[in-house]
T-cell receptor, first 116, second 113 residues
Framework: KAGVTQTPRYLIKTRGQQVTLSCSPI?????VSWYQQTPGQGLQFLFE???????NKGNFPGRFSGRQFSNSRSEMNVSTLELGDSALYLC???????????????FGPGTRLTVL | DQQVKQNSPSLSVQEGRISILNCDYT??????FLWYKKYPAEGPTFLIS?????DKNEDGRFTVFLNKSAKHLSLHIVPSQPGDSAVYFC????????????FGEGTQLTVNP
């Protein structure tokens, strides 16, 4: 079974631009969560989508948004990029809503975003 | 507010010895705990989990211990192998208040041959 895939793997943007990241979950998984990882920080939760609906949201500004499609694939969008948005963005999928037994999250390799 | 804390940013052990990684949490509503391992340039990999109704869960060389009264969990790796060198994250969730995972900052484990 193929794992979680994320595209692109690396991205360089300039301040003020916007970016869209893509995530394809493991086949059969219906939940997709997004995380931001920066040096010295743990994984900061962005949001979780299940059945095309946002179920949970972290403490990030409205510039960060996402969506999920009927095939469970998800996209994350960041508008008006700032230097501080440079980070590794990780996507994770699970069978059901993440966090409980049987719904452990499986992570993709991440997209490394650099904002200049 | 860091609800899950891993106070040791790094740990170094000799091959064959025990590695003990620690994690503390503040939210008493957390009822499910997980450990993930992360190699550079890869996403985190699920290792082992424990529900709050247990105090120990074992899987091969990996054992997780949960002390609810102290709000503390630990991951024991015995025996440690050089391939275990990675960043280890603990994570917690509270099903009664949503399913999101809250992660610690991670501990870099180095196992020396």
């Amino acid at each position: 079974k193929a794992g979680v895939t994320q595209t692109p793997r690396y991205l360089i943007k300039t301040r003020g631009q916007q970016v869209t990241l893509s995530c394809s979950p493991i086949s059969g998984h219906r939940s997709v969560s997004w995380y931001q990882q920066t040096p010295g920080q743990g994984l900061q939760f962005l949001f979780e989508y299940f059945s095309e609906t946002q179920r949970n949201k972290g403490n990030f500004p409205g510039r960060f948004s996402g969506r999920q499609f009927s095939n469970s694939r998800s996209e994350m969008n960041v508008s008006t990029l700032e230097l501080g948005d440079s980070a590794l963005y990780l996507c994770a999928s699970s069978l059901g809503l993440a966090g409980g037994p049987g719904n452990e999250q499986f992570f993709g390799p991440g997209t490394r975003l650099t904002v200049l | 507010d860091q609800q899950v804390k891993q106070n040791s940013p790094s740990l170094s052990v000799q091959e064959g010895r025990i590695s003990i990684l620690n994690c503390d949490y503040t939210n008493s509503m957390f009822d499910y705990f997980l450990w993930y391992k992360k190699y550079p340039a890869e996403g985190p990999t699920f290792l082992i989990s424990i529900s709050s109704i247990k105090d120990k869960n074992e899987d091969g060389r990996f054992t997780v211990f949960l002390n609810k009264s102290a709000k503390h969990l630990s991951l024991h790796i015995v025996p440690s192998q050089p391939g275990d060198s990675a960043v280890y994250f603990c994570a917690a969730s509270a099903r009664t208040s949503g399913s999101r995972l809250t992660f610690g900052e991670g501990t870099q484990l180095t196992v020396n041959p």
